[in-house]
């Protein structure tokens, strides 16, 4: 994995075999690959599942696509960019851009992903990124962030999905600010990306998500107080990782550890995925070692 330069990995695990998924677009189009392996070492050459088709909302560059299985299909979660810039009230600030996340379906990992519906499921009038799928009591949502980048103090929001995952069918629900982020330093912007739910060997809902502090890119945890979306949520005093990496998810590989993927370090073209065992301790989760 060492020889990808890759952001924000995203490794699904199935029927054997070891899926990692990345930005990869075609033309003009945005669009995501997938490297497969048996034994997350050696990777097969990167092949083209999702192309974004003429007539979606927008066909730009696409950031951190997921894949999920959900009732024997499987399904890309995608940011995607539109680039009519939009310009914010601050004149020191970054123009808005449409940014969203859309869904995308396939009888199978290797793709062909096709859309779920040709419009984003998140607001059309939020800069948004990141979703990822979660299932609670039967019921499909999607957890996402609200980009600093409009709101100044990002967030983590979610919202309901209907069963085939082609729209929302509640309104936005915060789940907390970037600046309860316990690396936070004082700032005039606070980021959150990459969310990834986790429940713990004991049933307490863990959320871990990225943002930046004294070290730069740093992995956070936080809990649900209830067990439940809803929460409320608290952050809990120690960073997963604070060594400029980030944006990570959690998968069990094929000997039944528990394992963590980020990226590091946090810099254009220098982004490898790191692998790291993790400790499930009921409370927390801990990194064991690479």
């Known amino acids: 994995m060492q020889d990808i330069n890759i952001r924000d990995p995203f490794i699904l695990v199935d029927d054997g075999t070891?899926?990692?998924?990345a930005t990869s677009s075609v033309g003009k189009a945005g669009g995501v690959a997938v490297y497969t392996s048996k034994d997350l070492k050696t990777w097969t050459e990167k092949k083209q599942v999702l192309t974004l088709p003429e007539g979606n909302w927008s066909r730009g560059n696409i950031w951190a696509p997921e894949v999920h299985k959900y009732n024997g299909k499987y399904y890309i979660f995608a940011t995607i960019n539109e680039y009519t810039k939009w310009k914010m009230s601050r004149e020191d600030w970054p123009d808005y851009?449409?940014?969203?996340?859309?869904?995308?379906?396939?009888d199978s990992p290797t793709g062909p992903f096709v859309p779920t519906s040709d419009m984003p499921q998140t607001p059309i009038d939020y800069m948004a990124l990141d979703g990822t799928l979660f299932v609670e009591d039967g019921e499909p949502y999607m957890v996402f962030c609200?980009?600093?980048?409009?709101i100044e103090d990002g967030t983590v929001e979610f919202i309901k999905l209907d069963k085939e995952l082609t729209k929302a069918v509640s309104s936005p629900v915060r789940m907390?600010?970037?600046?309860?982020?316990?690396?936070a330093e004082p700032s005039?912007?606070?980021?959150t990306d990459g969310c990834f739910m986790y429940r713990t060997k004991t049933g307490k809902l863990l959320m871990i998500w990225a943002s930046f502090g004294p070290d730069?890119?740093?992995e956070c945890i936080a809990e649900s107080l209830t067990g439940k979306l809803a929460g409320p949520w608290r952050q809990q005093s120690e960073p997963l990782f604070k060594q400029d990496g980030g944006h990570a998810m959690i998968f069990t590989d094929l000997e039944g550890k528990l394992r963590l993927?980020?990226?590091?370090?946090?810099?254009?073209g220098l982004e490898r995925a790191r692998l790291f065992t993790l400790e499930d301790t009921g409370e927390t989760l801990k990194i064991v070692n690479e």
């Open 176 to 183: 907390f600010y970037g600046s309860t982020c316990c690396v």
């Open 146 to 150: 609200h980009e600093w980048v409009q």
């Open 188 to 191: 005039k912007s606070y980021v």
């Open 18 to 21: 070891y899926y990692l998924y």
């Open 261 to 268: 993927v980020l990226h590091s370090p946090n810099e254009g």
């Open 97 to 106: 851009i449409y940014r969203a996340t859309q869904i995308f379906c396939s």
């Open 216 to 218: 730069g890119y740093a």
